[in-house]
């Protein structure tokens, strides 16, 4: 397409897929994808105690050597609904880890709306909502991209993205009692002449650091003139230091000409330096770069680049679209081998879409040589990947993988594991089923949570006669006694 467009397709909200090359400010970077026109939104009450039964993964899938490393043990179904959900985000409690936050794109009520789906019991059980339609996200007829956090006291948040006719809000609701039930939605940002808010993502400052409690939203600004050609799409900012109840002025936090950017990640170090990561489309190709701030977001450094972006391009032709983000952890420790920043994305440099790895041990000062973390010998694709990681070292990588397919189009989530920060990887474990994707919209991107020696991938799921669900994998025991691994 010849010019950016802000045309707001009725039933989906804005994915915009990063170029392989940007030959111009006129070239085609956003994306619009139409689906089929479904019955107006509603909003659904809260719905509780929806038992969704944790399912074994095969046996012989999870026979290790290490089997009491393994950073998953059981698939957990989180909503159990016909409406499609997809694009994750999920969110430990750090007072509570049995305690769980996801969100997603939900169809639920007929058009798409902010899922969000909370357990207190490890995954065992979900109560299952789309946000309240109220404040000024009561405005949009649509709402999407959402993302889940909590704060060191237990507070859970959801940011989500309102849009339709004149409306494109990023608001965020806050949750006081772990997700049970939820607040009403404050504006970080509103509408904007010839301007798309658009891929918004969030964080919370945990650590023990001076910002401590203060929440970051970053997003895609997309910029058009008034006859709609498409300018620039810079990332930009906002925080909130009192819960979510005022926003700070919005801010451009890219530099050095980096202005074609998209699928933003903030997140924070053990001492409260901010970092984002994004994909950033320059006329020589796709770069994965990060910004980092040491003021909880005053000011802002110059923009990083931590490698060439080689995209892998659409995956499935005519199928569903693969946009490749990167996705970006640090481990929350300030000590000796701690506080390394880790960056992941999708690339073809050797020939097929892999995960690579790029650590930086200097504060994004200069990052070191990607690392392939997929292990596979296939041609095969994986995409999709997103990083987290904890305090005792351990890094954990998830991922859609095409491994186990010989024709290179069924789907099954593996997730890779390095117990020294990110200098190496074990082998690969699977995490899912199998199921094929369909030829419709499966999100932009997976999530992915850590706690201690645990991983807990989430990810768009259709195993179950092509319906598009949302599944959690996590240790197969929540009880008193906290989370533990057990040989099958």
Known sequence: ???????????????????????????????????????????????????????????????????????????????????????????????????????ANDWRAGSVWCGVYTTMDGGRTWIEQLVPRNGNLSLAPYSGDPAVAFDGDGNAYVSCLGFGGIVNVITVTKSTDGGRTWGTAQQVVGAETNVFHDKSYMTVDTSSGPNRGTIYVTWTRFLSDSAGNYLESPIYFSRSTDGGTTW???????????????????????ASELYVSWVAGTTGGNRVAVAKSTDGGTTWGATMIVNTLWDPGELYGGGPRTPHFPSMAVNPIDAPDGNRVHVVWADRRFGSADILMSTSVNGGLTWGSPVRVNDDATANAQFFPWVAASANGKVFVSFYDRRDDPGDRLLTVYVATSTDFGVSFAKNVRASAQFDPGNWFIGDYNGLAASGDFAFPVWCDLRNGGEEEVYMAGPPIAGTGGFRMMNP
């Open 1 to 103: 397409m010849a010019g950016y467009r802000v045309a707001l397709v009725l039933v989906v909200l804005v994915l915009a897929v990063p170029l392989l090359t940007m030959g111009t400010a006129s070239a085609a970077f956003l994306e619009h994808r139409s689906l089929p026109i479904r019955p107006a939104a509603h909003w659904i009450p809260p719905r509780s105690g929806v038992v969704s039964n944790p399912v074994a993964p095969p046996r012989a899938l999870a026979v290790d050597a290490n089997a009491t490393l393994l950073p998953v043990g059981a698939q957990y179904r989180v909503t159990n609904n016909a409406g499609a959900q997809n694009e994750v985000s999920i969110a430990l409690n750090p007072r509570n880890v049995r305690n769980i936050v996801v969100s």
């Open 248 to 270: 700070s002025p919005e801010k451009d936090i890219t530099s050095g000409g980096y202005k074609y950017d998209q699928g933003s990640q903030p997140v924070v170090g053990p």
